[in-house]
């Protein structure tokens, strides 16, 4: 149990384009997912709080207009990657907090998402 | 600003030996603490978790947390090659409903 999935694994864009992460959790309903960016050897770098049905926290220094998350389910939320650009290159990792209704408040990740800005 | 300490390795251990991971943090009132492993170029993987004093132990691996000493550990038995990796440490803080992550400390064991 606990499964996270993430679509897709990689992709690579053109600059300016936009690029869609997908992160579901699989076989449980999690009212908050987290969006993670990791750079190469570097550590987990939290960038929102998200949380069904309402609007996303983000971290600071992350910028809502260019890093829209949505999470229109329990078992579902989207970071789109508004006018990418190859700094914004990185390892996209989101993870599922399992509802603390069941006594627990473990968070599972996804396989995480590679992009590549060209 | 609340935050959660490892050293950044890397550990050698040889193959078989036990390997011991430390981790501090500095909310005297957190209440739920998570082991994670990040092979390189893979997204991290919850090893264990541990609530309350004392040891918990899931196979080869077991969590041990003190919290009047404000750390938990991390020890794994006959440990083998592929144990080699980035193990994170992690803090659940119930105030701001996020997870407070060390550094890692990056384990190598040695065939």
């Known amino acids: 149990g606990a499964v996270v999935s993430q679509h897709p694994s990689w992709v690579i864009c053109k600059s300016g384009t936009s690029v869609k992460i997908e992160c579901r959790s699989l076989?449980?309903?999690?009212?908050?997912m987290f969006w993670y960016r990791q750079f190469p050897k570097q550590s987990l770098m939290l960038m929102a709080t998200?949380?069904?049905?309402?609007?996303?926290?983000?971290e600071q220094g992350v910028e809502k207009d260019k890093f829209l998350i949505n999470h229109a389910s329990l078992t579902l939320s989207t970071l789109t990657v508004t006018s990418a650009h190859p700094e914004d290159s990185s390892f996209y990792i989101c993870?599922?907090?399992?509802?603390?209704?069941?006594?627990?408040?473990?968070?599972?990740f996804g396989p995480g998402t590679r992009l590549t800005v060209l | 600003q609340k935050e959660v300490e490892q050293n950044s390795g890397p550990l050698s251990v040889p193959e078989g030996a036990i390997a011991s991971l430390n981790c501090t943090y500095s909310?005297?009132?957190?209440?739920?603490f998570f082991w994670y492993r990040q092979y390189s170029g893979k997204s991290p993987e919850l090893i264990m978790f541990?609530?309350?004093?004392g040891d918990k132990e899931d196979g080869r691996f077991t969590a041990q947390l003190n919290k009047a000493s404000q750390y938990v550990s991390l020890l794994i038995r006959d440990s083998q090659p592929s144990d080699s990796a980035t193990y994170l440490c992690?803090?659940?803080?119930?105030?701001?409903?996020?997870?407070?992550f060390g550094t890692g400390t990056r384990l190598k064991v040695l065939a």
């Open positions: 993870s599922a907090r399992i509802d603390p209704n069941f006594s627990t408040d473990t968070q599972y």
């Open positions: 076989d449980f309903q999690a009212t908050t």
């Open positions: 998200s949380n069904e049905g309402s609007k996303a926290t983000y």
């Open positions: 909310d005297r009132g957190s209440q739920s």
């Open positions: 541990i609530y309350s004093n």
């Open positions: 992690a803090v659940y803080d119930s105030g701001t409903y996020k997870y407070i």
